[in-house]
Every structure is written in C-alpha cells, then in structure tokens.
C-alpha cells in the first residue's frame, strides 16, 4: 500500500464463483443411475442441460425470481375482476427453460421402457438444484397426464397442449395456445390432508357439466390452464377438471383470495381460491375422487423425492465447493479430517437419496406398479425428511457465509422442509406404507425382490433386513415412521451395494446398519471410512 492509501483489507482465501461448474462431472451418482435406468442416449442432452442450470445467467434468474415475488391482482384499475398473478420476467425464464426441454409433459408421448422418464426425472432433478419453486407447476404438469387419460376426451382436449415442449403464459381458451400446464387443487382449511372432508359442491347441469361451489385452501401456481379438484358430488367425493377459461372464451368462475406468505417456494404463487359456480367436467366415476387423483399423486410425490434428492446435491455441491477453496488453521478445509468426514457423510446422503429417487423413475417408465405402490412412499418419507438437516450441516460448512443471503443457502435451507410437506405430510406418507402392507402384500413382495437383489454382499446390511422383517409382522400405527424409514433405509442399501463403487457403499452401510448407528449428526462416519475418497468424487 502506498502512503495515504486508505485501503484496509485484501480480499483472500474466499472460493471463487461456482457458476459454470459441470454439474454431471462432480455427480457419478446421477450419471450412472441414467445409465443404469436405461437412458443413457439422453447424457450428450443432459450435459448441455446441466451448463444451462449452472451458468451464471441461470443462478442470477433463480435470484431474481426469489427476490421477486409473485403479485395478485384481483382488480383491474376500473374495477373490474381479473384474478391474474404477476410473475417475474426470471420466473418465465425458468418456465421456458423447463418446459422447453420437456421437463412436464413430454415424456409421456414415448414408449413404457424407453427411457424418457428417467432422462426426464435427471432433468428435472438438474433444474430443482437451480430454482425448485419453478418445479411445481412443470410437476404438476407431468403428474396431470396419466390422471387425465381415465377419459379420452378430456386427454384428447389437453394433453396434446401439456406435452408441447412451448411455454405460453397468460389466460387464454386452451384450445389457442402453444401449450399448457395443470395444475391439482384439493386441501381445504377444515380438512388439510383429510380431502375427504372437502365441503366444495358439485351439481351437475344439464349439458353435462357441474357447477362448483367451495374453497380451496392451497392451490399452487393458480395461473396454470386446467386444475384438477375434488369436489362433493350427489354420489360423493368426485374428481374433476376445471380451465381457467372456457371453451366460449370467458374466464371460469375461480377466484384467486389471496397468495400465502410461504416460508420458502417464494419464486411461486400459492392462492387460497372460491368456486363460485365454475363450470368443471368430471374425470373418473362420481364418488371415486380420491382413486382418480391418486394417480396424479404419486407421481407429484416421485417429484418430491427427485426435489429434495435435488436440494440435497445443491447444498452438498455449494459446501464441497467452499471448503475445496478455503482455509483455516492453516490448514485448507477440504483436507481436515473433521470437514472431511462431514462432507464424506453428506454425500452418502446424496448419492443414496439420488440412486433410490432415479430407481423410482426407472420403475415408472418400466411401469412397475407394485413397486411404486411401497417404495414411493417411504422413499418421500426419509428422503424428504433428511433434506432439512442436510441442508443445514452444509449451510454450517460455510460458517457465518452460509447464513448471508448472498450465499444461496438460506434460499435451500428455507425451501428444504417443503416436500416433506406437500403430497403428504410425515405421517400421512408413514400411514400410506402401512396402508400398501396391511392392503397390497404384493408391494411387499416387490420391495423385497428389490431389497434382497443385495443380500450376501454385506453382513450388517442382512442384518438390517431381517430387522425389517420383524417390524413389517407388527404393523402397529405408532411405529408407521420407523417402518417408512427402515424400507428406504435398506432399499437405498441394497442400490448403493450393487452399483456404488465400494468406498461409498461400505461407508453407508457401516454408518446406517450397524449396531451403534445411525448417529443423527453428520460426521459421525466409522473409522474406515474413505472420507477423502468420497469427497473428492462429488467435489465440483
């Protein structure tokens, strides 16, 4: 420094931006699951998807439409009512950028085994690592596809719109646009999860549609096209489909209330709305409502799994980044043996949470029905509920610096406990396995067929499964959640055995099967343990 140079700091010994990393180079977890579930043609793809969600164009978007939250207006300036939400220009980025690459509905124009859904679930799981707020209406377009196909006119008015690979946004007779997206409505405010207890009326008319009357309690991105909803018809609880704008053009009877001040998902609108006599069309057979839309229920909860195994890659990256570049004690932090064995575990995490969710996909486009029937379940359960504790060891990897906006990791650690909550809380989804075992034994069977694929290849794994086998004979309600944990636990063992690379699978097994395990904080990792190995292979 010169003499009257009033500078009084260098900046020094900070990581240097991530953007630009190669985001499939640093996640061999991803890329052999592809291969594995049988897309590997689509890699040449996802490698030039994955520069697009890691450039720094694409990070300052997924900044700009969390910064910028949605907007209702539900008057125009002559008072006239318009219900519409305003979005920022970067959430049409976003949008654009998804559907333009078939990340919603496209897949389901392909052949069952040919890969389009597993290439589609990487792509998905890319952009949720971006800005998963944006991923809810391009998941609820994918999940509104097979629900809607229960009536042929109905597929045949829409799902040519909800696979075109063109964004247009804006309320519009559907039959006009370029494309469109869908969206689910069911909770209400007296029943949350319990849709049964849903009070909306549906009356049927003359013409053969119904007029419905009620409120809806959450509704997300409510400037979709078409919603599908649950209403009370004379024979019961009924499923139905409803546009934004009919057929003769005019705007349905849907009133946006207002939007919720969420916790995290700020990128995308969710409305409290009213049927005040809006004209719907009826999917599926009156008071088989919840067995029409179960359909687009799970696969919204395939989704939430590939989210929060997205959530987790995304603050595993950005944690193994910094401590890649940063020093402490002289000492860089990548080569500590204590910063070593905490990133060593949470990428455990990650690679199992990223093995079990591609199985999923796998099995949905290989239509293995009484497999998702089980595994779906439970996998939401433990996947989405270690994100948060995920995501918050590695916002600790940054210190003071994960805990400034700037970082990107409040906007993770806000958004982590969401898909744990959506398509089913805790305990709703631990109560869905039980419901699949005590019901549909045959998913037991083809979860096991799955899980034993690995039995002999590690003692304390069998183990874990035969303490599987005695939970499942109880069945006791009370114990639903250890149920729900073991069967993820040992079906992400059994992937991790069989196609890992030892390092990852013996340092899983050992600190999720062994008698004095699993601890419950990260870095707890058995003393053989190849810390450095497993940090170098998902360093960025």
């Known amino acids: 420094m010169r003499p009257g140079d009033h500078r009084t700091h260098r900046v020094e010994n900070q990581p240097p931006p991530l953007a630009g990393a190669d985001l499939l180079a640093c996640d061999p977890a991803l890329t052999d699951a592809v291969v594995r579930e049988g897309a590997e043609e689509a890699l040449p793809t996802l490698r030039q998807l994955a520069a697009v969600a890691a450039s720094e164009e694409a990070r300052e978007h997924a900044r700009l439409a969390n910064t910028h939250s949605p907007v209702l207006h539900t008057h125009d300036r002559y008072g006239h ?20 690459w078939g990340l919603h509905g496209a897949p389901w124009v392909a052949e069952p085994g040919t890969g ?5 679930a990487a792509g998905f799981y890319l952009m949720s690592q971006l800005e998963p707020g944006h991923g809810c209406p391009i998941s609820m377009t994918y999940a509104a596809v097979p629900a809607l196909r229960r009536d042929a006119e109905l597929a045949a008015r829409y799902e040519p719109g909800l696979r075109s690979t063109s964004y247009e946004f804006g309320l519009t007779e ?43 309690w959450f509704t997300s991105a409510p400037m979709n096209d078409l919603f599908l909803t649950l ?19 005019t705007r349905n009877a849907i009133r946006l209330q207002r939007l919720k001040d969420k916790l995290g998902n700020r990128s995308n609108a969710s409305a409290e709305i009213e049927y005040t006599g809006a004209t719907a069309w009826r999917l599926g057979d009156e008071g088989r409502g919840v067995q029409t839309i179960i359909e687009m229920v799970s696969m919204t909860r395939l989704d939430c799994v590939l989210g929060s ?19 402490a004690f002289g000492t860089r932090l990548a080569d500590a043996p204590l910063m070593q064995a905490v990133i060593a575990d949470l990428a455990l995490e990650s690679e199992a949470a990223t093995a079990l969710a591609m199985r999923l996909a796998g099995a949905v486009d290989r239509d293995e029905r009484l497999l998702l029937r089980l595994a779906l379940p439970a996998a939401k359960y433990l996947v989405c509920k270690r994100a948060p504790a995920v995501v918050a060891e590695a916002l600790e990897c940054l210190g003071g610096n994960g805990y400034v906006e700037d970082s990107g990791m409040p906007r993770l650690y806000r958004e982590a406990p969401l898909n744990s909550i959506w398509e089913g809380s805790g305990n709703v989804t631990a109560l869905d396995v039980l419901r699949a075992v005590t019901r549909e034994p045959e998913s037991v069977d083809a979860v096991f067929a799955e899980i ?23 069945r006791e309600e009370r114990r639903a959640r250890r149920l729900a944990e073991m069967l993820a636990l040992c079906l992400q063992g059994s992937l991790l055995l069989r196609h890992a690379p030892d390092e990852v699978a013996r340092a899983f097994v050992a600190s999720r099967f062994l008698p004095d395990g699993p601890w419950r904080t990260s870095g707890t990792l058995p003393a053989e343990a190849q810390a450095d190995a497993l940090v170098a292979r998902i360093t960025p």
């Open 81 to 100: 009512r318009i219900d519409e939400v305003e979005f920022h220009p970067s959430w049409h980025w976003l949008m654009r950028t998804s559907v333009g």
């Open 174 to 216: 559907p039959s006009t646009k370029t494309g469109l997206l869908a969206g689910m409505s069911m909770t209400e405010k007296q029943g949350g999860s319990d849709v049964r207890a849903g009070t909306t009326t549906a009356t049927v008319t003359s013409d053969g549609t119904y007029r419905l009357v009620g409120h809806k």
């Open 231 to 249: 209403a009370q018809a004379p024979a019961g609880l009924t499923c139905f489909v409803l546009p934004r704008v009919l057929p003769d053009g």
């Open 116 to 120: 389009a859904h597993v290439a589609r």
């Open 452 to 474: 034993e694929s690995a039995s002999g290849l590690d003692s304390w794994f069998d183990r874990g499964v035969r303490e599987l086998r005695t939970e499942l004979r109880g």
């Open 309 to 327: 195994a997205a959530l987790t890659r995304a603050a595993l990256t950005e944690a193994a980044h910094h401590v890649a570049h940063r020093s």
